[in-house]
């Protein structure tokens, strides 16, 4: 028999006649012999309603209370419909977090899920029952053993749908919503945007982080961990919805379900060369000259940095395959003489990267790979961050013993740790969506010292204040005290608090200097076929130079080409750079 695992959001049980008609599709589907196990968020907009009542009260109302008043919501939904399927003639019983043992940290608020009891389930599921579960809580083990309500974080329930599904092994964890699944882009910025009918699950963390919010993003990082079928699909038709696909397949651990250790995979690429280009022009269209006319010469492209600098010039570095050196020279000098501006070449590079689900989201992972490093005396000379893999670019004497550190440090077993790994053409489109996330601000920290620790110090800051830094630029120009300029974005609601960090830092690098920059918007392509196609970022560069936007930061990653643009530019940009990929059509 097959097992599902459905999970309705607050829209689709917002009233009585919607809980009638989740009902009625419920039934139907229990008709057609499926076991099932149902999630449900609270009715509509009352978990913000709970929330209001206590601010009404509080400023700042205990977090326990908090998790008492809002596990209520789920509760009253779970009721009503297991109430409607019973009217429908269907059995159905339903459950609190703690009825089942859905067992998390004691972090209240933001609980993660250590463990899943399933027998209670299996035991209603074998004598034909329908099981409905409260989405967004679990409970914890306190230290004292008493057991408190936790719940997981705002939007959690689509995590306890993907956790339930995978410790029960169910065939399937059906999304319910009232959008039809994921879509190439924001619909209500762009009003043709498509229906994806297959994402990966890594794809789908990095469109998540940026603001796609069909999802959230841990109940992604368990689907891609544990390799659980998930269907995002519209609650009110019978359309197919968009399918998630993750290699993985892990089994459950002793540590926790929703991993405590989220790096899962080391990779080293060898044979590396970086190219400077310094000095030249800021304007719209350079970016997008350079990187066509190396795809044009058969040049695979692997990490592009650009950052931006007082005056009127940019820096752009990017890493290529050592084999292809003499023919990107060649190209680029040719557009040197055109355009001014010095080409530097550094050969025998390598680049460590560490991978695995939701590492930005966890600002202390990238911090404690640079702080590896650091401690080994490896100078970091690129940085590239996304979702699911943080690299660097290292001297490659260095790069079997960085790799050996950082594999003891993140606890890495042989099987996961990868020598240069090739990339495989998995039939995947280069670009398959694209975010923009326009609530960014950008810094700049200039003159930090050219010594090997530097970017290890201030991420780690950053992430004792638990705050996230999203894209993370080293750039290779000298400034005056042959410091560096590292550059970075983070959420606006975040810069007040980085002074916090910034002001001590900056006092022990006295030459050091912070800039901010202008709002900003980031805006990303999303390809799991990106890795083996050439020139998708010059592709991107194009699009936004027709529309004639500047580019102020370029960062890229495997599956991932973000730039940074002026805020107001934002969703023009999203709109040209979803237009070139054809992504406003079916294909
Ligand atoms: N009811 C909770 C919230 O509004 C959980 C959820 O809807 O997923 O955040
Ligand atoms: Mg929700």
């Known amino acids: 028999m097959t097992l599902l695992v459905q999970k309705f959001g607050g829209t689709s049980v917002g009233n009585i006649e919607r809980i009638k008609a989740v009902a009625k599709r419920i039934a139907s589907s229990k008709e057609a012999g499926n076991q099932l196990v149902i999630v449900v968020s609270a009715m509509g907009d009352s978990t913000d309603k709970l929330s209001n009542l206590a601010l009404s009260i509080s400023g700042k109302p205990p977090a326990r209370e908090m998790d008492m008043l809002l596990s209520t919501g789920e509760q009253v939904t779970i009721s009503l419909l297991s109430i409607a399927l019973n009217e429908l003639g269907i059995s159905a019983t339903s459950m609190t977090g703690s009825q089942v043992g ?10 993660r899920i250590l463990d899943i009891k ?20 679990g409970t914890s083990l306190g230290s004292s053993k008493t057991a408190e309500i936790t719940t997981l974080g705002r939007g959690g329930s689509d995590t306890s749908a993907v956790a339930l599904a995978t410790a029960l092994q169910a065939d399937c964890c059906e999304i319910y919503t009232d959008v039809s699944g994921v879509l190439t882009t924001d619909p209500r910025k762009v009003a043709d945007a498509q229906l994806m009918l297959k994402v990966t699950c890594d794809e789908m963390l990095e469109l998540a982080s940026l603001g796609a919010a069909v999802l959230h993003p841990r109940a ?11 269907v995002v699909r519209s609650s009110w038709d019978n359309e197919p919805g968009t399918t998630l696909t993750s290699s993985e397949k892990r089994s459950l651990g002793k540590e926790g379900l929703e991993l405590s250790k989220p790096v899962n995979a080391i990779e080293l690429l060898e044979k590396q060369a970086v190219i400077g280009l310094s000095h030249i022009p800021d304007q ?3 970016a997008a000259d350079l990187f066509e006319t190396l795809s044009e010469g058969g040049i695979n492209v692997d990490l592009i940095i650009q950052s931006t600098h007082q005056g009127n010039s940019n820096d752009i570095t990017f890493t290529i395959a050592e084999e292809d050196l003499e023919r990107t020279k060649f190209l680029c000098q040719r557009l040197i003489e055109k355009l001014g501006g010095k080409l530097t070449a550094q050969t025998n590079m390598s680049k460590l990267s560490i991978r695995g689900a939701g590492i930005m989201g966890r600002p202390g992972i990238a911090a404690k790979f640079f702080d590896t490093l650091s401690k080994s005396a490896i100078n970091l000379r690129l940085i590239a961050t996304s979702e699911v893999k943080v690299s660097c670019v290292i001297n490659a004497k260095l790069g079997a013993k960085a790799l050996r550190y950082a594999s003891e440090a993140f606890d890495l077993k042989d099987q996961q740790i990868k020598i240069n790994p090739t990339n495989i053409d998995n039939n995947e489109p280069e670009v398959k969506g694209i975010a923009l996330d326009p609530n960014q601000v950008q810094l700049s920290v200039i003159n930090v010292p050219d010594i090997p620790g530097s970017a290890a110090i201030l991420c780690q800051a950053f992430a004792d204040e638990g705050i996230c830094l999203h894209t993370i630029v080293q750039s290779e120009r000298k400034c005056d005290s042959n410091g560096k300029i590292i550059s970075f974005t983070m959420n606006k609601n975040d810069r007040k608090n980085a002074d916090n960090i910034l002001i001590p830092l900056l006092k022990v690098w006295p030459a050091a200097y912070l800039e901010d920059g202008q709002a900003i918007a980031r805006i990303s392509a999303v390809g799991a076929g990106m890795p083996v196609s050439i020139g998708t970022a010059g592709r991107m560069f194009r699009a936004l130079a027709n529309a004639q936007i500047n580019i102020l930061m370029i960062a890229t990653s495997e599956i991932r080409t973000t730039c940074i643009v002026s805020e107001n530019d934002g969703v023009r940009a999203l709109k040209e750079v979803h237009k070139f990929f054809k992504l406003n059509s079916k294909s």
């Open 284 to 286: 719209p269209g350079i």
């Open 220 to 230: 992604v990082e368990i689907a891609r961990n544990y390799g659980v079928k998930v």
């Open 102 to 111: 859905i067992i998390t940290e004691s972090a209240h608020g933001k609980a």
């Open 118 to 137: 399933t027998d209670r389930i299996k035991e209603l599921l074998k004598n034909g029952h329908v099981v409905v579960v409260a989405g967004f809580q």
